[in-house]
């Protein structure tokens, strides 16, 4: 017993520790140049400079966009459920006892809007050093360029998770988020509407698209033309530009191909090497920090050299009708996600069981033989994206093929075509939507575009670990729920009178 609760309270200290860093130590610096302030130094105005600061914002989007930091919102959804081991992280989300003051909501505001104030400033820094070495001025360009970028992104990323599904016919009235454009310290914003703020991401896209030209290749670790038109299709997705959605998804189709085998499937997660993949953050060994590890809440797995295989413990587990989507013919069982041994299974039940795999961490930067790392490059944009993008919105178009892009995608995961149509075309999209992107933060805002609640099912097998009980695991939630949408902190409507309104369903600001 002294162990047990030693190791949950170890993993609830790392949880906390890991919380606290991605608020006040995201952004980094490159420790060749010597300031004089905090901020700014006597190279401020050159392009090394200017590359140590968009360096950092790469590590800042190392640490926002990691699978540790994707959890939380997938957590809420009906996609798994919590067990005994949880120690509580995630509980609220996976509880639906969501409030204006949650730590977690805080630190995702608080995160994403510091690193768009670093984007801010070291914008203004491009633009002394572009007067100060007009030499460099081709290369201080495409670092602008990867700049807004960056600040489109981390909008787009505040507007999932503290907006309303964009609707063209009422985006006008809707709420959106702050967008600050300038370094402004004290600056106190209006959040204005969702209209004015995917305005202002697509603006900046259009800036990012003039200055960012090379058209990229697999598994780049740089913001490339082609990661542009990936996240173009994205935005137009989110704004029911289906038109637009498709074209910029199939305009990617033949540059990044789709897997072949099992094991392309394999080393696109356990080696984070893939056709598929448009823009990942690369990692080593040495920079592992930088995505955390919390990913262990689907294994926490100890090697046993008895049974020669890993013994998990999860504090989350997929729901049973998740389990049953995968067979043994989808080459992304036993990857993503397969039965293994767990601490509260029996070995002859195992089989039974099931835990999602995808996130154990690429072998190649294990730091010890048999240590799983949970560390995984994140995978900004992926091509299997672009196909359901491009299905979805051929779907919701009318005389629009989806059925070629879905069936596309399910071949190269060893799964017959559908012939469906209508209501089951979509219930069929939505399905491989899971299959593919389970565990990547992205249900929780697929719910919410597709106008979708949902009924929890607990996973068999577990059901005895389960936390919370059947009102938990059976939990059923209407689409039109206010908590689809995050509430904005407290702190932040304390401190900013000029914020607005805060979100249906939470305690409003004083």
Aim: proline content about 4%; aromatic content about 12%.
């Amino acid at each position: 017993m002294y162990n047990k609760l030693y190791m949950m309270n170890m993993k609830n200290l790392k949880y906390i520790f890991a919380s606290l860093c991605v608020v006040i130590g995201l952004t980094s610096c490159d420790l060749n140049i010597t300031p004089d302030t905090d901020i700014a130094g006597p190279d401020a105005g050159k392009l090394s400079y200017v590359n140590g600061l968009v360096a950092g914002i790469y590590n800042d989007m190392a640490a926002m966009q990691s699978y540790e930091n994707l959890r939380i919102p997938d957590y809420q959804t009906d996609l798994f459920n919590e067990t005994s081991e949880s120690g509580n992280r995630g509980g609220f989300f996976s509880r639906w006892q969501l409030f204006y003051d949650d730590q977690d909501v805080y630190s995702n505001w608080i995160s994403y809007y510091s690193i768009i104030a670093s984007v801010n400033f070291t914008l203004d820094k491009a633009n002394d050093a572009l007067a100060a070495e007009p030499e460099n001025k081709d290369a201080l360009n495409v670092l602008k360029g990867e700049l807004y970028f960056f600040r489109a992104y981390f909008l787009h990323q505040l507007a999932l998770r503290f907006c309303e599904d964009y609707d063209p016919a009422k985006a006008d009235t809707q709420l959106g988020v702050p967008c600050p454009t300038k370094y402004d310290a004290l600056a106190k914003l209006n959040r204005g509407t969702l209209a004015a703020t995917y305005e202002r991401i697509t603006k900046d896209i259009a800036e990012a698209e003039k200055l960012v030209l090379t058209a990229g290749s697999a598994n780049s670790g740089k913001i490339t033309a082609d990661a542009i038109t990936a996240f173009k299709a994205q935005v137009a997705l989110q704004m029911h530009d289906y038109a637009n959605a498709s074209t910029y998804a199939k305009s990617l189709y033949t540059k990044y191909t789709l897997a072949t085998s099992k094991e392309d499937v394999d080393d696109m997660w356990k080696h984070d090497s893939s056709t598929e993949t448009i823009f990942q953050i690369n990692l080593t060994k040495s920079t592992l920090v930088l995505v955390g590890d919390l990913t262990y809440d689907y294994t926490w797995g100890t090697w046993d050299e008895t049974e020669s295989t890993y013994i998990f413990d999860p504090a989350y587990v997929p729901e049973q009708w998740v389990c049953d989507l995968y067979d043994s013919s989808d080459w992304r069982y036993g990857t993503y996600l397969g039965p293994n041994r767990t601490k509260a299974i029996a070995a002859d039940a195992a089989e039974q069981a099931k835990v999602v795999l995808k996130f154990t961490g690429n072998e190649d930067l294990f730091t010890a033989p048999n240590v799983l790392t949970y560390a995984n490059m994140p995978k900004i944009f992926r091509v299997a994206e672009m196909y359901l993008i491009d299905a979805e919105a051929q779907y919701r178009t009318e005389g629009g093929d989806a059925l070629t892009p879905l069936n596309a995608l399910r071949a190269a995961r060893g799964l017959a075509a559908v012939s469906s149509t209508g209501d089951e075309l979509f219930a069929d999209i939505k399905k491989e939507c899971v299959r593919e992107f389970i565990g990547e933060g992205r249900r929780l805002f697929d719910l919410k575009r597709w106008g979708d609640g949902f009924k929890r099912n607990g996973q068999t097998a577990y059901l005895t670990q389960l936390k919370g009980g059947a009102a938990i695991y059976e939990m059923e939630v209407t689409a039109d729920n206010p908590k689809f949408v995050w509430p904005i902190p407290q702190k932040e409507g304390s401190n900013n009178s000029n914020i607005g309104a805060q979100n249906p369903g939470y305690t409003p600001f004083n």
